[in-house]
């Protein structure tokens, strides 16, 4: 039997915490050529998004992407 990773669960529930505190959750994220920022906003290769209902649309956390309008 395979189990599932955890790490989706964890981050769906550590965001769910941070906005039920009143706290601004934020998402450090490697990129690379599948991740689509704008030009210019990475640097060394990463980027630190903000995560908050008041900056994301449509806010998708599945257990293999995060996807979300700014």
Do not use: H
């Amino acid at each position: 039997m395979t189990t599932i990773s955890t790490k989706p669960y964890l981050l769906r529930a550590i965001w769910e915490w941070c906005v039920d505190q009143g706290f601004t959750p934020y998402l450090a994220t490697l990129v690379d050529e599948n991740t689509r920022v704008p030009p210019g906003y990475a640097r060394d290769g990463q980027i630190v998004l903000n995560l908050s209902p008041d900056a994301t649309g449509q806010l998708q956390m599945a257990n293999d992407f995060i996807s979300f309008q700014g």
